[in-house]
């Protein structure tokens, strides 16, 4: 399966994932000049941004690992862009999640 089908798979889950749990999905990939979120979704209290992240392989580092120091300032000042498009949201607070797809014995699983 092509890297990017698989990414697109992952994020359906993900968005899934988080719908079942009662948040309500507002973006997916969103995109600035500074990056992209993967999913950007709102429950009663938080607006929360979510990165997806998958590894296919246990010899790197972990899915949720990958998610370093660039990648979160990036995350941060996209979500900043995203909230100057969307003033109405601005008083929310906000939570940054990493939701990771980790291989096991069986296939990959949301860790």
């Given at each position: 399966?092509?890297?990017?089908?698989?990414?697109?798979?992952?994020?359906?889950?993900?968005?899934?994932?988080?719908?079942?749990?009662?948040?309500?999905?507002?973006?997916?990939?969103?995109?600035?000049?500074?990056?992209?979120?993967?999913?950007?979704?709102?429950?009663?209290?938080?607006?929360?941004?979510?990165?997806?992240?998958?590894?296919?392989?246990?010899?790197?580092?972990?899915?949720?690992?990958s998610v370093d120091h660039r990648k979160q300032q990036r995350l941060l000042r996209t979500a900043q862009l995203f909230l100057q498009r969307h003033p109405g949201l601005a008083n929310l607070p906000c939570r940054f999640d990493v939701i990771a797809f980790e291989p096991r014995q069986s296939g990959s699983d949301l860790a």
């Open positions: 399966m092509p890297v990017k089908t698989l990414g697109d798979d992952y994020e359906q889950q993900a968005a899934r994932w988080l719908q079942q749990r009662g948040l309500r999905i507002l973006a997916r990939n969103f995109r600035g000049k500074t990056g992209e979120i993967d999913l950007i979704a709102r429950d009663q209290t938080h607006l929360v941004f979510c990165e997806v992240r998958a590894r296919s392989n246990r010899y790197y580092n972990s899915a949720a690992g």
